[in-house]
């Protein structure tokens, strides 16, 4: 070293000149990584802020649903008091548009006409008739939902111009339709049913609501069995088990078990649950069943890191007053270790709201258009529905698609949102 520096200063070059020199270079590698960095962090928001703008921009008009008013005439004739479940009520639905539009006499033109007005408007007058059987042989102006192609047309997601190719609209249709707006029989309303109502053919009969309640006991399922097992399996892993060789492989089992795909248990639900138990298929009890099996794991793993997190001198002070090891455990070592165990099972919750490979599996992909009211029925959950509504062709899925998601997004933050309050809430520093 000493010869090193008597030779720097023999060709004139001081020490700290070579210093100031590097330490330059440096900084402007920190300065020019800083840089990457910031520009790597713009780069992720604005792809994800273009994310949010395109489902956004196609899914918040789900919300509004396109009615029409008619004037519909509860004919006696079709509606029979004895029976008012029975009557023809699609019937009085082109009665009333035919009194309307008394020129449209062809039946090409009356089946055009009749497009305009979605089947869900039979129902409607039923449910009407049945609320109210006194409205029998009396007139009442009815705003009813329109044909999904009506709806996306009002809402500028399609052309006004005449073609036919296409199947979307004929010149007389949009006649017809703005003869209606004209009259203002046309008009934007809530769209109370995409909340309320179940999976159906027609997109603006279609809700989220049976998808929604599917994965409400999916979840509810796994939970009760997850968390309870996962916390037990945690505190005897860390507390109770003998370190050797058995508990070591059950250790790195479940570390891998946490890198598992998710498909693989729904292979392993449906060679199990389904086919060796006889369980009913589409069930939410078996799509609990198998979404326990996969986050088992993470609970776990979360269960075990918030054991090691409590001091030892808590567990040492309630031996040392006498307390057996599982009265440590039980009263002072697993309540402090409780909201990092909270936390990770509702992290786990989460991941299991946002799956759809084991779910697809075990048949909870098929059409259901009932509200599913216990464990037992068959049912679909959310990311399914979506799944199921992103591969339809009419254009007005496409927007349930992405208000769908969007409706998903909101749970996943609302869930998120939880783990995040109990754990600022209950955590102890140590």
Not at 32 to 56: D, P, W
Not at 151 to 163: C, P, Q, Y
Request: avoid cysteine.
């Amino acid at each position: 070293m000493s010869s090193q520096l008597s030779q720097i200063s023999d060709e004139g070059v001081k020490p700290i000149d070579i210093v100031k020199k590097n330490l330059a270079r440096r900084r402007r590698t920190e300065r020019r990584f800083q840089r990457m960095g910031l520009v790597a962090i713009l780069a992720s928001l604005l792809f994800l802020a273009l994310l949010f703008l395109s489902i956004i921009g196609n899914g918040y008009s789900a919300l509004f649903q396109t009615h029409i008013k008619i004037d519909v005439f509860f004919d006696s004739g079709k509606i029979a008091n004895n029976d008012p479940g029975n009557g023809d009520y699609p019937g009085i639905v082109k009665a009333s548009l035919q009194k309307m539009f008394p020129d449209v006499t062809g039946r090409r033109e009356k089946r055009q006409l009749y497009k305009l007005i979605s089947s869900g408007a039979a129902f409607q007058i039923r449910k009407m008739v049945l609320a109210d059987t006194g409205i029998i042989g009396q007139e009442r102006s009815i705003w009813v939902s329109a044909d999904d192609d009506v709806d996306m047309l009002m809402k500028g997601r399609l052309s006004r111009r005449a073609d036919t190719r296409f199947g979307r609209f004929s010149p007389q249709q949009l006649q017809w339709l703005h003869r209606l707006e004209a009259e203002k029989r046309i008009k934007k309303k809530f769209n109370t049913i995409f909340f309320t109502s179940g999976d159906s053919r027609e997109p603006e009969l279609a809700g989220v609501w049976g998808a929604v309640a599917g994965s409400f006991f999916t979840l509810l399922v796994t939970l009760v069995l997850s968390f309870p097992i996962g916390v037990a399996v945690a505190v005897y892993l860390e507390e109770f088990a003998p370190k050797n060789r058995w508990t070591d492989l059950i250790e790195v089992n479940i570390n891998n078990l946490a890198a598992v795909p998710s498909i693989v248990f729904g292979l392993l639900g449906l060679a199990v649950f389904l086919n060796f138990f006889g369980l009913p298929r589409s069930a939410p009890l078996v799509g609990g069943l198998v979404l326990t099996l996969m986050t088992l794991p993470t609970i776990i793993i979360a269960g075990r890191a918030s054991v090691q997190a409590v001091p030892p001198s808590i567990r040492d002070a309630a031996l040392g007053v006498g307390a057996s090891k599982m009265q440590t455990m039980m009263h002072h070592v697993l309540p402090l270790a409780m909201p990092g165990m909270l936390t990770g099972a509702i992290i786990g919750m989460a991941r299991a709201l946002g799956e759809t490979a084991p779910l697809l599996m075990i048949g909870m992909v098929a059409f259901i258009v009932d509200i599913p009211a216990k464990f037992t029925d068959p049912a679909t959950a959310l990311p399914v529905q979506i799944f199921l509504w992103a591969d339809s062709p009419e254009r007005g899925f496409v927007e349930r698609t992405s208000a769908a998601i969007i409706v998903l997004l909101a749970l996943l933050v609302v869930i998120n949102s939880l783990a995040v309050i109990l754990r600022n809430r209950f955590e102890r520093r140590w």
